[in-house]
């Protein structure tokens, strides 16, 4: 069951840090690190710990023969770096958690063992329909109990076998009596992207194939041998269909499509928006769709229809209850009839503002991230002719919102190797076996281009993911302060 959800920060409070190591997962990435409060304040040896503080545990290391958690806390906007042994007590409470989560994540991270995990579904992500398990409109709480599985191999079998947790079965350890080697070892896209680049090419059996149904994703079932020529990070760009429902449909788009783009307008609710959309390249011309009424009279109020000439931020003085005070402007030129009149807009001025566009020029999609800010507004004006069925021509409208760097796998089908697809690594559930056969090439055909349509869910775990590194500028306050 597809959805996005909210982790309700668990009431039980934990007696140890060795009872938080013991139940909860602590993993090498941010969304793994756990973080908890304590009820009383923890004397170190340099560092005092307040009680209600949130301790972010980011990993457990060993401490001169002594197990020990590696711990963060954030003051003032300044890290303190410490470790906690696994031996201090205390009264310890589950932080509140705003992010949100897949249930595979939920699964593997957030719920610690012989305890129950209670979360809720976000509304603002989740279209409702009749395939869903929950009733129509449900904004209450669930509580998972997770039923695990064993997947194993048997000699002599390429296929998985999946063993329920609760089967009521004796098991035997026999390791030392076979021969490991005579298993099959099932390895993940992710397995396979470790290997060093001198292991590449290599052939593989697939033994779980994808559960898409799209190209070129369908072509690789159960039993098909590929080769696999090369792993590597590729730039794409995350687009979404331009409508106001939530219906729209997300891509992510190589650099190597081959159609071509026609700008359409931009939206912009803020003068700060305007300002980070500026270029070198052209002045920005916009009109106004709702009206600002200025609070100083240094500024200028906006009527509906009003068109402009965007130029560049400054720090103008305005007067402010009596006292002169510096504030952030948006310089502007007014289009009058006959003339041009240069006005001053607040940053922090709630508008409207859509783009009025004289570029006629087609752009290739990497000219367009040279050459303008994102998000920008296209459409597809000629067709990518090297795809069988190009998506993005039929979609009236798109919005590219930001370039994604992710993580490739270059194959082709061992048989009939006439052309090869990139396979994104961690959004393809696929296992396969390695194969000791020799590549008969090691230089790959021609890749096929393939725009790839991603879930509500992928869509917002790229951009979360994404967004980590990659910070915007902070909104402007909306009133003067």
């Known amino acids: ?37 304590s009820a009383e304040d923890i004397k170190l040896a340099n560092f005092t710990i307040k009680h209600g503080e949130q301790i972010t545990f980011s990993s457990v290391k060993e401490v001169n023969g002594t197990m020990a958690v590696n711990c963060v806390v954030v003051r003032n906007n300044q890290s303190h770096s410490f470790t906690l042994p696994l031996s201090q007590e205390g009264e310890f409470y589950e932080c509140e958690d705003d992010q949100i989560y897949t249930l595979k994540e939920i699964a593997e991270w957030k719920i610690p063992k012989c305890r129950n995990r209670i979360v809720k579904l976000s509304n603002s992500l989740h279209t409702w329909d009749s395939s869903s398990p929950l009733p129509e409109n449900f904004d209450g709480c669930l509580i998972l109990m997770p039923v695990y599985e064993v997947q194993a191999v048997m000699k002599f079998r390429k296929d998985i076998v999946h063993i329920l947790s609760d089967l009521d079965v004796e098991v035997k350890d026999i390791t030392d009596c076979y021969d490991i080697g005579s298993f099959l070892q099932p390895l993940s896209l992710e397995d396979i992207f470790e290997r060093t680049s001198k292991e590449f090419p290599m052939v593989a059996e697939i033994m779980e194939g994808p559960s898409r149904s799209q190209k070129p994703y369908n072509l690789l079932s159960i ?5 696999i020529y090369k792993k590597y990070q590729a730039a794409r760009v995350l687009a ?22 026609k700008r359409r307008p931009r939206e912009f609710p803020t003068a700060y928006d305007l300002e ?71 940053m922090y001025m709630e508008g409207g503002f859509v783009e009025v566009i004289y570029d006629k020029k087609q752009y290739h999609l990497s000219e367009i991230c040279k050459e303008f800010h994102l998000p920008f507004n296209v459409k597809v004006s000629v067709r990518d002719l090297s795809i069988e069925e190009d998506v993005l021509a039929a979609v009236p409208g798109l919005q590219f919102e930001e370039e ?43 890749t096929r281009t393939t725009v790839e349509e991603v879930s509500e869910e992928e869509y917002y775990m790229l951009r979360r993911y994404e967004n980590l590194t990659l910070h915007p500028p902070p909104r402007p306050p909306k009133n003067p302060t």
């Open 1 to 37: 069951f597809l959805g996005l959800y909210k982790v309700v920060a668990d009431k039980t409070p934990y007696v140890s840090i060795e009872e938080i190591v013991r139940k909860v997962s602590i993993g090498p990435t941010r969304f793994a690190h756990p973080c908890f409060y």
């Open 223 to 227: 039993g098909k041998e590929i080769v």
């Open 240 to 261: 979404s269909e331009m409508r106001s429902d939530s219906s729209k449909r997300h891509f992510l788009i190589p650099m190597s499509y081959k159609g071509k783009f």
């Open 276 to 346: 980070i959309a500026t270029s070198v390249k052209e002045h920005l011309h916009v009109v106004a769709t709702k009206a600002f009424t200025s609070p100083h009279k240094e500024l200028f109020s906006v009527s509906v229809g009003d068109q402009f000439l965007v130029q560049q931020c400054q720090t103008s003085e305005v007067l402010y209850e009596g006292r002169k005070k510096l504030i952030d402007v948006l310089v502007c030129e007014q289009i009058l009839s006959d003339s041009y009149k240069k006005v001053l807009l607040p």
């Open 404 to 446: 994604i760097t992710d993580c490739y796998l270059l194959i082709s089908s061992a048989s009939s190797p006439v052309e090869s697809w990139e396979i994104p690594v961690y959004r393809l559930n696929m296992l396969v076996h390695l194969l000791s056969k020799e590549v008969q090439t090691v230089v790959p055909p021609v």
